[in-house]
């Protein structure tokens, strides 16, 4: 159901799962800053939506992972005033997620007003993994409102109580980020424009596992970047130092690299890598041969001839899907291969292809590293969320809406 489907919202209590789970650093005063908004503006569009059609919304979302428990750190406090401002329009915020406060400001709502509620996770409720535990919260949470819009794509993975349990307890629609997010997904997994090639990186190769197990069927070559490289190179036979590894995946990405090698689909390592002493910007490095990681140094990043060969292995797709940075690229000596890949995207995009960027990681990075987002084609919210969607599995907060 869209939300066009839940009839005339004016006057109704609609509640909206967001995804506002952003990036957070301490400012020069100490005050929490947010260091990346795009899931906030992303969300945007739906809640304005809501509120001009006249509903009283009330929005909801998580911020990292507290424990089920208030965590001055994780308030969404700083989140509402950002919203505020994007919006245009003041955001009530409650100062808890079902309590009080929450039932106190959603009653003072008056049509087209937006309210906030605080951290969902500060709920053991929220991510409890029995339905049962979820329950009496999911109930809460329903009770404050008359329908529900799903618009949190960052979290459809999750079988929680504000993605999952309220859609069974309220008439539910999915909101305008939820849809755009899966009709990008669905291209690259319907028939996507070919050549059509993957790139990863990121820290580790476990959490990715599952997707390239699929990917080896679906695309026509896999890039591989970031840490996760190093279990890879490891799998070839080379050293990688005291560079990121995982011991206990290298015969499974062998595995992996011998299925691709007989389907066809072209895997392409580094050949070179930004190698230093610590994992620090301030550390001795220097750019060295994959065969030649000296047995003390870490790789943080890809080498420039990796970089030129990942932008010819990209020039002639026509698809293109990219989650996790190439290296540390926080720390500006090893950005570079983030930086390269980007660019090479950009040209994707401007030559007429599909460019999807998945992954709050990579999102972040290529904002920080001054890319604007009307360079791609689409930048995911969603990080996990996106991964489970091209690994086929079913995702909770999806499937919940096709039964409501
Ligand atoms: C994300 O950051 O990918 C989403 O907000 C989901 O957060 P989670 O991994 O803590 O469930």
Redesign the pocket.
């Known amino acids: 159901k869209s939300i066009a489907e839940l009839g005339d919202l004016r006057g109704k209590r609609v509640l909206v799962r967001s995804?506002l789970?952003v990036p957070l650093e301490a400012d020069a005063e100490g005050s929490p800053a947010i260091t990346d908004d795009g899931?906030i503006r992303a969300s945007v569009p739906t809640i304005t939506a809501l509120a001009e059609a006249g509903a009283r919304v009330i929005v909801c979302a998580?911020l990292?992972?507290p424990k089920g428990a208030p965590e001055e750190k994780y308030s969404l406090a700083p989140v509402a005033a950002r919203l505020g401002e994007l919006l245009g329009r003041d955001v009530a915020f409650a100062t808890d997620t079902v309590g009080d406060s929450a039932r106190a400001t959603v009653a003072a709502a008056q049509d087209g007003d937006v309210v906030l509620l605080e951290n969902l996770r500060f709920n053991a409720g929220e991510?409890a993994k029995s339905a049962d535990a979820r329950a009496e919260f999911a109930g809460r949470l329903a009770g404050l409102a008359e329908a529900f819009v799903s618009d949190?794509f960052?979290?459809v993975?999750?079988e929680?109580a504000s993605v999952f349990d309220v859609a069974r307890l309220l008439p539910s629609a999915v909101g305008g980020l939820v849809e755009t997010e899966v009709g990008v997904l669905r291209r690259l997994t319907t028939d996507p424009e070919r050549p059509y090639a993957v790139v990863l990186g990121g820290a580790k190769v476990s959490d990715k596992l599952a997707v390239i197990d699929n990917l080896i069927r679906t695309a026509d070559r896999l890039l591989i970047g970031g840490g996760m490289v190093f279990t890879f190179l490891k799998a070839q036979g080379h050293e990688v130092g005291t560079s990121l590894l995982e011991q206990d995946q290298v015969e499974a990405v062998a595995g992996y690299l011998e299925l691709a090698k007989e389907r066809g689909v072209e895997i392409v390592l580094p050949v070179d890598v930004v190698a230093a002493t610590a994992f620090s910007a301030d550390a001795e490095h220097e750019v060295v041969g994959v065969d030649a990681i000296p047995a003390d140094r870490m790789g943080l990043d890809i080498g420039p001839r990796s970089s030129e060969l990942f932008a010819e292995k990209l020039r002639d797709c026509r698809t293109v899907f990219w989650n996790g940075p190439m290296g540390a690229f926080e720390m500006a000596p090893y950005a570079a291969g983030t930086k390269a890949l980007a660019a090479a995207l950009v040209d994707i995009t401007s030559g007429g292809g599909l460019t999807v960027v998945g992954?709050?990681d990579s999102a972040a990075a290529v904002r920080q590293l001054g890319f604007t987002d009307d360079q791609f084609g689409h930048i995911s919210t969603?990080?996990?969320?996106s991964l489970e969607y091209l690994e086929g599995k079913d995702l909770p907060g999806l499937t919940v809406l096709d039964e409501s």
Do not use: E, I, L, S
């Not at 969603?382 to 969320?385: D, L, P």
């Open positions: 995804d789970n899931r998580h990292g992972r991510t949190g960052g979290v993975h999750r929680q992954g709050g969603g990080g996990g969320a």
